[in-house]
């Protein structure tokens, strides 16, 4: 099993990065985050998880063990591939993915990319007993209905899930428990610098 890969950067495609070690070159699919983030020639570091098909040995990297951890879980998933999964976490961050396991969001993981209804019910149940409620899942209430539908609201006009939780995560408490106020809040927190 390949754990690890450290070298150097030689490309960076839509779904991978080329990674130079000791003379040769590693394709490793890797979430969009974290190939954002990077530039041909630097060093890297990534976990990895090797999946080994018939057809394929491919491999999958990632910025930090959890998020291995949790392409792992998402793997155990009846009907979630290696792609699937590794969409996911380019869509869902590690923290997205428990705080919608917490808070019971199926609708989260519906709105990723080639994951239907029944698909994303199957990943809730699946995760429900493996991602313990711990760290700051004990201090993070549930989303209200109406912070529900202010999610909605801003998935729809174009903002990513993780960018519309930051912004209601920044509504102050104080902010009626209304849909438009607590709307128009959380779009100021997208017109701040």
Same mark, same amino acid.
């Given at each position: ?6 070298? /150097?950067?030689?490309?960076?495609? /839509? ?133 529900? $539908? ?12 993780? $960018? ?13 428990? $209304?849909? $438009? ?9 997208? /017109?701040?610098?």
């Amino acid at each position: 099993m390949i754990a690890g890969i450290r070298g /150097s950067i030689l490309a960076l495609n /839509s779904d991978n990065v080329i990674i130079e070690t000791s003379g040769i070159g590693f394709q490793v699919f890797t979430p969009s985050p974290t190939l954002d983030h990077l530039q041909v020639g630097e060093p890297i570091f990534l976990f990895t998880r090797l999946i080994v098909r018939e057809d394929a040995l491919s491999l999958y990297g990632f910025d930090t063990e959890e998020a291995r951890k949790y392409f792992d879980l998402l793997m155990g998933v009846n009907g979630v591939g290696p792609k699937l999964a590794l969409s996911i976490l380019s869509t869902l961050t590690p923290d997205t993915i428990r705080r919608a396991v917490f808070n019971e969001q199926v609708e989260l993981f519906s709105r990723v990319p080639g994951v239907g209804k029944k698909t994303a019910q199957k990943i809730m149940l699946h995760l429900q007993d493996r991602i313990p409620a711990e760290g700051t899942l004990v201090i993070v209430s549930k989303f209200s209905d109406v912070d529900t $539908e202010v999610l909605s609201a801003l998935t729809t006009l174009g903002y990513s899930i993780v $960018e519309a939780q930051s912004a209601i995560q920044s509504i102050p408490r104080d902010t009626p428990a $209304e849909v $438009e106020a607590r709307l128009r809040v959380a779009l100021q927190y997208f /017109s701040t610098p």
